[in-house]
């Protein structure tokens, strides 16, 4: 991703403002940022990255305590985008988020729900049905599950038949819904599928496009 000054800012902001997370990246500068709480120094800097990245999308500061990361989480991530592994997502909001990142690096093929050519079906939402057909051709894709929990549903329905696969499943989607979305990331982690989450009821495809862009700028470091 492309930085121009202003975001610099923003993001130096974001780290005066989380304090002891910004000490983690930059020890020296400890004694410069007075609040350094002990409880954000769990973050890995790859972790941190991923954090702020969403918080200067969203402008909300509480993400800093809800984003959770599967063990090796990232490093499949990285190990994935690098290998042009095809990532699917729920809706065009995130497609338009991270196509530009995508194609300015490791080029990996990208696949909505929303636009997967499905016959009209009564039992599940558009997402879902989307969702269900591009998973059984990329089974061991990265999926990006932003804002429609059906589609995270048909996900790990999936998993549990072991008819799929994949190598990262990030899941934001907001629980406005009687749908118990807490579970659906417990089996995940139970399946030992790479994922990223969030706690709490907020989330959305902004969260998940600023997430998924963050991993494929950390990947570009590593390999690109």
Known sequence: MEWHVTDAQSLATIDR????????????RDALSPASPREYRHFSLAEYEIIR????????????????FSERSLQ?????????????????????????????????????????????????????????????????????????????????????????????IIATPPKFMHMDIDAKKQTLTELSIPNITIKNQKGGAIVAAAILDGLIDLAWEAYG
């Open 53 to 68: 990245r969403v918080i200067y999308a969203t402008g909300d500061f509480e993400y800093k305590t809800l984003i959770e």
């Open 76 to 168: 499949a991530a990285a190990a994935a985008l690098a290998s042009r592994s095809s990532i699917v997502v729920d809706t065009t909001t995130v497609q338009a988020g991270i196509i530009k990142n995508v194609q300015n690096s490791f080029a990996n093929p990208v696949y909505c729900a929303m636009e997967a050519q499905t016959r009209p079906q009564k039992q599940k939402t558009v997402a879902a049905w989307g969702m269900e057909a591009l998973a059984k051709r990329y089974p061991e894709g990265i999926f990006v599950v932003g804002q429609d929990p059906t589609a995270l549903k048909t996900l790990v329905e999936l998993i549990e038949a072991e008819k799929i696969r994949p190598v990262l």
């Open 17 to 28: 403002e989380i304090g002891g997370a910004f000490a983690l990246m930059y020890p020296e």
